[in-house]
């Protein structure tokens, strides 16, 4: 996944009509403002009421469903390789918002602070905060790609991370 893919996708979602974030990999790098290393690919919340906008558009640029793990995430890649992983949230009045877990007693929480704007190829972009970075890389053995992602958390931000 380039950062071409990357702008085009969001291009696409926005004439959807659909409010996107990026997290994972991409979410760092935009966090950053530089690409510090290749993506296999791209993770993206959205508000679920927007699904079937988010599906349309991309079902329409020829991803389809690959993983189904509702209501957590799922997955659509594209014939050439390029994956999306996708996160249902349910955002509450104050912009806070709950993404379902695989365990229904633990949802995963986005305070409303953590929706900020980074820079990919120079463009503005939706994605989540630092902090929120690494609340989600906890609670599951790192792979590589993992550390180097909260390297540069602690290299930019100066943050403490657990790997």
Same mark, same amino acid.
């Given at each position: 996944m380039t950062a071409d893919d990357v702008r085009n996708v969001l291009v696409l979602l926005r004439e959807a009509g659909a409010d996107i974030w990026? !997290? !994972? !990999?991409w979410g760092i790098d935009a966090l950053t403002g530089e690409q510090t290393r290749n993506h296999r690919d791209l993770d993206l919340m959205h508000r679920a009421e927007q699904e079937p906008a988010v599906l349309a558009a991309l079902t329409g640029a020829g991803f389809a469903e690959t993983l189904d793990r509702r209501p957590a995430r799922f997955v659509l890649a594209h014939p050439d390789g390029r994956e999306i992983d996708l996160h249902p949230l349910r955002f $509450?009045?104050?912009?806070? $918002?709950e993404q379902s877990s695989l365990d229904p007693d633990q949802p995963f929480r986005y305070p409303a602070e953590v929706f900020v704007t980074g820079t990919i190829a120079g463009e503005p972009v939706p994605c989540l905060s630092a902090e929120q970075q690494v609340r989600f890389h906890q609670g599951y053995e790192p792979a590589e790609r993992d550390r180097h992602d909260m390297a540069q958390l602690r290299r930019v931000f100066g943050i403490g991370t657990h790997i």
């Open positions: 990026i !997290g !994972g !990999g $509450a009045p104050d912009g806070s $918002a």
